[in-house]
């Protein structure tokens, strides 16, 4: 079972690469066929995964059996294994709406959809900022291929910049990587956490300017204030199960502020400790704000949850900027339910706009909506939990992350910017569910039902919510502990680094 | 010889980064390329710069480090693939936009000037 760890990576690797031979390329329903096992088996063991973390014992993975600061590692604890169990659920979910009629996927979409698994999982699972690099570029450049897939004008233009943002973020992420192993001497992050208490004073100019350029980074992945702007665009641009995928791509650049900024930078870090934090706060705060005018101004279904996950990554990144253990298992309950909503409201755009026609998701009146009663109140579902109202998970998360907020300062701007980012998402939402459902301009000419499968995935996901709230004990119980395991940096220090000062004693 | 080096990385750097903000697809791809070659230089420098160091198998108490040269190697190879997708990008939007403005549209000052000159 010590290969266990390894296994979310290899099988979307081999998986993807095993679609594009013979038996399976030929067909395009033996493919989805062979990926939904994949991606099921994926789930498993993401299952047993967060079981062993469970344990609060850290799953250290060296590459060769080469011990931790020269080797490569891949590191299992509770946070990644958290996200990597995410993922593989959104995953099934979209996958599994590709089952449905849609003739734009070529041969090469679903062997994409494995490699950008697997670039994310990675990126989940790598301690090493070099390897977090090199998942990166898998992650995006299957992410290029998927956002293009079906072609168009406006596909075109949102990849373009897309493409182009990203390589630019690419090259200031390996400057930083420079700087940093210029420094410290290391990538390993649990080597640099450890470096970084012992530096010298000469340098930690250079180290805050390198930790400070992958903020810019994991910014631009997470789309953070300034960086923001290829965000509506691609995802509305993209097919609906890459645009449900790729809600947890900017969960992957929170992640990262998460792992780099608690545990480098954290508290044991002397003069450079928390020097996230005074950045994250305005521009997470900032990022609400801008992310509800957009959702004030979108003109369609999609952009309008794009933007709802502007406002998601904004309150997520104004609560890690508190860079204490409730705000952080505050926000990571919060970041489970707003990536599954947010995915679930992306595919259920898709089955709103396939049935109205000619006007698709825009918002404006126009032929009613074939199966209006069951659709409408999955987006009266949807609305409700992406809003944050009782009794669903976005609720408890937004309660949660309010009451992370301690000092009068501290709840003087989060409070009002959340809550009035939750108001502006109902007013908005209440509009566009009364243009689509209740303001038809003519009958819907032919009764069109969803497909079963596609209208499976997207129950699925827009039910997360509810398992969410019903288990909000031990899924809080879970996102503390995990929190308190991510600020124990001396502990990760220790079980990272652990097989070296064993062979230190053997020698 | 550190003078040097450090001024062709900030040259390269700055040329890329101006490229960069260019309007036009193709100076913005040169400008990638002459970004990542600056990235590269910088990244093999943090090894640190010296004369006949051996390298690691060799028999010398001065030793340069293979790290950062392995890095290079592997942000040469993405790099080399990411420019190649970003060049047939560019042609495809070249095509489907109907021009090679990075925002698909030129904008009407451009075009105003352009028809002036």
Redesign the interface.
Known sequence: MQHLILLPLILPLLGGLLMLLPPLTDSRVRQRNFALVLSAATMLISVLLVQQAQQGVIGVYALGDWAAPFGIVMVADRLSTLLLLLTSVLAFCSLLYTFGPRTEEGSFFQPLLQFQILGVNGAFLTGDL?NLF?FF?ILL?AS?GLL?FG???TR??A???Y??LN??G??IF??A???L??TLGTLNIADLALKVQHLDPAEAPLVRAGGLMLLIVFGLKAAMLPLQFWLPAAYAASTPAVAALFAIMTKVGIYAILRVFTVIFGDAAGSLSHIAGPWLWPLGLMTILVGAIGVLASQDLRRLIANLIIVSVGSLLAVIALQREAATAAALYYLLHSTLICGGLFLLSDLIARQRGKVGDRLVPGRGVGQGRLLGSLFFIGAIAVIGMPPLAGFLGKVLMLSAASSVAEMSWLWPLVLGSSLVALITLSRAGSTLFWNPAGKPVEIMRAHPVQLLATVLLLSMPLLLSVFAGPVTHMAAATAQQLHDVQGQIGSVLQPVTHLVEVK | MEALYAVCVGVLTAAGVFLLLRGRTFPVVVGLTLLSYGVNLFLFATGRLNNSAAAVLGAGSDHADPLPQALVLTAIVIGFAMTAFVVILAMRARGDLGNDHVDGRVPELVLDSEERN
Do not use: D, N, P, W
């Open positions: 070099f090199v570029e450049i290029y293009m072609g168009g004008k075109t233009r990849g373009l910049h493409v182009i390589l630019a690419s090259a390996l400057f990587l420079g700087i192993y210029g």
